[in-house]
């Protein structure tokens, strides 16, 4: 899902950026009214073709697995949540959170975090107008940002390792980061530890480890459940379609292996 990565940011460049933006804002800022058209060099395109439904559908799978005994988490933690709206719509499933912290070490998505969830602005995105050409849309992040004055951000532009973080949170995310970097067994491990007794671990992968990351090949597993020991419950597990678009006219679909487990009291 990475872009080519450039000097200035690790991780992606503003093509990486815009693939990001669209397929998990875009379908946000319709719902808030925002009408501007996508322009397209290959004609107008779907939007429902642009959209990746992944991040409501893992929020919702993650609320329908433990409302009954979960009613009101206080805090969570998404390690490399890009632009945040799997954030954003566990928000929302659960007002309960007052305190989101996120390690993002991406400056380009951290800022874009901020800008969506934190700070409400009228700014722009990038978007994909053609293979090499990208354009911007402007967009007002008020409303969103004005739902979560009551919520304690802490955005942390680093990548996860053991020391990182030294609390524990109720709610501890880490989607489609593992095979896209060279230690996934300490980001599992920093996961794991960050994760209150009785907190839910969310962990999702798409598998697709790449030399490019990983320092030791044999860290690569073919089932995330490997990660976890009889200290950990599952409470559910499932795939989920990803999409991430490339040029106008062409995304790549991920097949997203989602994990649910919660940490035993004991
Ligand atoms: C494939 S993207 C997935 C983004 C988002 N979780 C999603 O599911 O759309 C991988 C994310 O992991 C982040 N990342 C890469 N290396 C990381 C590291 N060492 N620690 C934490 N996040 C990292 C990237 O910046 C990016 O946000």
Redesign the pocket.
């Known amino acids: 899902?990475?872009s080519t990565p450039e000097n200035d940011d690790f991780?992606l460049d503003e093509r990486g950026l815009a693939s990001?933006f669209e397929c998990?804002w875009l379908s946000k800022f319709r719902e808030l009214g925002n009408a501007t058209p996508l322009t397209s060099a290959s004609g107008k395109i779907p939007e429902d073709f642009i959209d990746s439904p992944?991040?409501a559908k893992v929020a919702g799978f993650v609320f329908d697995n433990t409302k009954e005994f979960f009613p009101a988490p206080q805090n969570m933690l998404e390690?490399?949540?890009?632009l945040g709206r799997?954030c954003h719509q566990t928000l929302q499933n659960f007002p309960s959170i007052t305190s989101v912290t996120v390690?993002?070490?991406?400056k380009r998505?951290l800022n874009g975090f901020r800008r969506l969830l934190v700070e409400g602005q009228i700014t722009s995105f990038p978007y994909i107008h053609s293979l090499r050409e990208f354009k911007s849309l402007e967009v007002d992040t008020r409303r969103i940002a004005d739902e979560y004055r009551h919520v304690d951000f802490t955005l942390i532009n680093e990548?996860?390792q053991s020391n990182t973080i030294t609390g524990q949170f109720d709610l501890v995310y880490c989607?489609?980061?593992i095979d896209?970097?060279t230690t996934p067994i300490e980001?599992v491990s920093a996961a794991k530890a960050c994760t209150k007794r009785n907190g839910i671990l969310v962990l999702?992968c798409s598998y697709q480890w790449s030399k490019k990351y990983l320092e030791r090949p044999q860290d690569m597993v073919g089932d995330i459940n490997e990660y976890f020991d009889t200290s950990w419950e599952q409470l559910g597990e499932t795939n989920f379609e990803?999409k991430f678009r490339f040029n106008e006219r062409f995304s790549q679909l991920f097949c997203v292996h989602v994990v649910l487990y919660r940490k035993s009291a004991l």
């Not at 390690?79 to 890009?82: M, S």
């Open positions: 899902m990475a991780y990001y998990s992944f991040f390690i490399g949540p890009a799997t390690v993002e070490p991406s998505l990548p996860m989607l489609n980061v896209q970097v980001i999702a990803y």
